[in-house]
T-cell receptor
Framework: NAGVTQTPKFQVLKTGQSMTLQCAQD?????MSWYRQDPGMGLRLIHY???????DQGEVPNGYNVSRSTTEDFPLRLLSAAPSQTSVYFCASSRQGKSESNYGYTFGSGTRLTVV | RKEVEQDPGPFNVPEGATVAFNCTYS??????FFWYRQDCRKEPKLLMSVYSSGNEDGRFTAQLNRASQYISLLIRDSKLSDSATYLC?????????FGGGTRVLVKP
């Protein structure tokens, strides 16, 4: 049981390049999310999904796209990388429950992205 | 005003001592609450959920005060391994909002 797997762990991009951050979970979790973490800002929600075929925007969605074609995978695409997207990106998943449930999210180990 | 606010610390704690810190949240409709632990350059890991009646997990005790909209975490008998950043997390309609974290340094 690998949990939440993110690839790559590190990436350097040039401004304007595009790339996809991969996230996969093997826990059959319905909910998946992408966060970015910047110094002094805490974790901020980029996009999230409550099930295959369903995605929605979080707090900071601009410059990112997502899709959820399967329960297991939730890739994050950077359309045209900018230096402001230099950050640590975390993917997380949780099992389905009522909104007031206390199911916690499991996080992947993160992708450290630098845009130059 | 931030949706979830925490004292960034650091809280310098002698080994074996007790430390407590709070988190306040602004949205009274928030539905569930958590404490996560994050070590330097690592992913956040769930420490404990926070229940309205308060709950304990070993040396850790969490409290929720919905009327005043704050959550607390108390660590008893602090260990060196408790040194980390503790993140307060609030869930509303399956969207998590994180506080900026409280840094705790346990020293011998």
């Amino acid at each position: 049981n690998a949990g939440v797997t993110q690839t790559p762990k590190f990436q350097v991009l040039k401004t304007g390049q595009s790339m996809t951050l991969q996230c996969a979970q093997d826990m059959n979790h319905e909910y998946m999310s992408w966060y970015r973490q910047d110094p002094g800002m805490g974790l901020r929600l980029i996009h999230y999904s409550v099930g295959a075929g369903i995605t929605d925007q979080g707090e900071v969605p601009n410059g990112y796209n997502v899709s959820r074609s399967t329960t297991e995978d939730f890739p994050l695409r950077l359309l045209s990388a900018a230096p402001s997207q230099t950050s640590v990106y975390f993917c997380a998943s949780s099992r389905q429950g009522k909104s007031e449930s206390n199911y916690g999210y499991t996080f992947g180990s993160g992708t450290r992205l630098t845009v130059v | 005003r931030k949706e979830v606010e925490q004292d960034p610390g650091p809280f310098n704690v002698p080994e074996g001592a007790t430390v407590a810190f709070n988190c306040t949240y602004s949205n009274s409709a928030s539905q569930s609450f958590f404490w996560y632990r994050q070590d330097c350059r690592k992913e956040p890991k769930l420490l404990m959920s926070v229940y309205s009646s308060g709950n304990e997990d070993g040396r850790f005790t969490a409290q929720l005060n919905r009327a005043s909209q704050y959550i607390s975490l108390l660590i008893r008998d602090s260990k060196l391994s408790d040194s980390a950043t503790y993140l307060c997390v609030v869930n509303l309609r399956n969207k998590l909002t994180f506080g900026g974290g409280t840094r705790v340094l346990v020293k011998p």
